[in-house]
């Protein structure tokens, strides 16, 4: 939930806002995401016209407003505070009509003015809204950066994703979270994965207990957040002896509506998951610079099998 007070409240103040109605409505759920200018509304044209969107007032608004008389001011302006309306921004530190702001505190709509330019506002307070709007889920499993890819680790409670996390920081690579990941998506494909705050990039592993990694390992072992890329599932070997051994049929799993490559590894002991995660990471950045190994595999074996049939044809053929 995404309150008008926490604008006026984030570290910084990025949107440089300041309330022109006091406290009026601070505290109220913003029920829409998207940005709007009103200048079509403030014409007369209110066919289309989307109350609950965030209202901006540029330099051209508070212009045409100037040029209308106060009695066609005033009634433009009734006409639009007649619709149910969440908020209003002001750009450029512009002066406010008197009448906006006193019709604004009739009907509790808190106005807010911001020293930015228009188009800069727009860029500022766009991340802002998308964030706050963006879906969200909680995982449990283990995320990490190898090699610039982002690998999240599931699998069964006690199977080994933190012992396996905490082998490939060692080896050089980043712990992103543990145990916990708080998946946000953004646009509509990308997931950045974080740790919860309260974990910070704390790990736990049974028989040591709770481990400090960039105590032990550095700051340069952590990371804040991570896109997610490849979904590495760990099962034990008598449930996943059966996995994919070509890399022909991709698997893929869905988290909030977005399909993530997954690959299924099979546990057994001796096997050096670590490396093999590291080779996970590495042929997704084969894979998305255009290298596909088993296709290319595949390919030459079909051809390799088609020059050989022709070849026994021929022969077969061959009577001197």
Known sequence: MLRLRDFLARRGNPLQLETLTGDL????PLPESEIASPGLALAGFTDRFAPDR???FG???ITYLGTLSPADRRRT???FFGFELPCIFVTKG??????MLELAGARAVPVLRSRLKTAEFYRTIKPIIEDAFAPRTTLHGSLADVYGVGLLFIGRSGIGKSECVLDLVERGHRLV???VVQVTRRRSDVLIGQGHELAGHHMEIRGIGLVDIPALFGV????QQKRIEVVVQLEDWETAKDADRSGLSRQETDILGVSVPRVVVALNPGKNITVISEVVAMMHLLRYSGVDVAAA???RLIRRMKEQRGLREYLQNDYE
């Open 54 to 56: 965030l209202h901006v």
């Open 77 to 79: 302006l009734e006409a």
């Open 220 to 223: 340069r072992s952590v990371r």
């Open 297 to 299: 595999f595949n390919e």
């Open 25 to 28: 409505g601070l505290d109220r």
């Open 59 to 61: 330099e051209t608004e």
């Open 177 to 179: 979270a543990d145990d």
């Open 94 to 99: 512009q002066e406010v009509p008197p009448e």
